[in-house]
């Protein structure tokens, strides 16, 4: 409920003072939270589709997981229409990181930039 205080000023025009009901103050909270959730959909969509233009983040098309050697991870499962398996990534391949980049070791462990090449030094498991 919205009261309005009206008041004669010095001029002698009519002023409306407004004031909120604090028992419907929620009405205003759920309405900012449903905007600022809203905002958040919006840059979630925009950073997954890149609407119009590549997408930020890409995939490796493998899954990697900690192997017996220090600095380095080993190559899981290979998607065979995936970016790893393109590049020639066989499973049990093992990757050094200890060359990478920060950000190479970033991509190699969560998730690479799109359209971004990362150099890979690799030791086959058949230790080639």
């Known amino acids: 409920m919205v009261r309005a205080l009206w008041r004669w000023n010095r001029v002698g025009r009519a002023e409306a003072?407004?004031?909120m009901n604090p028992r419907n103050r929620w009405r205003e909270v759920?309405?900012?939270l449903c905007a600022?959730?809203?905002?958040?959909?919006v840059v979630l969509l925009v950073d997954e589709a890149g609407l119009g233009a590549p997408p930020w983040f890409g995939l490796w098309g493998a899954q990697f997981a900690a192997s017996g050697t220090p600095y380095a991870v080993t190559?899981?499962?290979?998607?065979?229409?995936?970016?790893?398996?393109?590049?020639?990534l066989q499973r049990n391949d093992a990757i050094d990181l200890r060359n990478a980049s920060l950000?190479?070791?970033?991509?190699?462990l969560s998730q690479p930039v799109?359209?971004?090449?990362?150099?890979?030094?690799?030791?086959?498991?058949?230790?080639?």
């Open 30 to 32: 759920l309405l900012a």
């Open 103 to 108: 950000l190479e070791r970033f991509a190699i």
């Open 36 to 41: 600022l959730t809203g905002i958040a959909l």
């Open 17 to 19: 003072s407004v004031t």
């Open 75 to 88: 190559a899981e499962a290979i998607d065979p229409h995936g970016a790893a398996a393109k590049g020639g």
């Open 114 to 128: 799109s359209e971004r090449p990362i150099a890979l030094t690799v030791k086959r498991a058949s230790g080639t």
